[in-house]
Nanobody
């Protein structure tokens, strides 16, 4: 079974930073557009950022200007640099390819907790 691994979460104070990593070495990473999602307690999972195979990026309004998505195709890894974190960013963060083949796939995610 495919296992894409998210890491880098933790507990941080408001205003702090974290960098999440997405190890996607189990797939042909460079061929896929990729995305980050998050699910806050009691809320539905939401898309927050995506990056195409050529590096074009897009963000949900609530994180634009604070979060930066990037990828390293040579290392089959995607990143999410999160700055100026807010308590409302508290969630489990997930990554996966933007592909019909992965529509029902979700990894274990990584927990981000932002204290006020």
């Amino acid at each position: 079974q495919v296992q894409i691994v998210e890491s880098g979460g933790g507990l941080v104070q408001a205003g702090g930073s974290l960098r999440l990593s997405c190890d996607a070495s189990v797939i042909s990473f460079s061929l896929f557009d990729m995305a980050w999602y998050r699910q806050a307690p009691g809320k539905q999972r939401e898309w927050i950022a995506s990056i195409t195979t050529t590096g074009a990026t897009d963000y949900v309004n609530s994180v634009e200007g604070r979060f930066t998505i990037s990828r390293n195709n040579a290392e089959s890894t995607m990143y999410l640099q999160m700055n100026n974190l807010k308590p409302e960013d508290t969630a489990v963060y997930y990554c996966k390819p933007l592909s019909r083949s992965f529509v029902n796939y979700w990894g274990q995610g990584t927990q981000v907790t932002v204290s006020s």
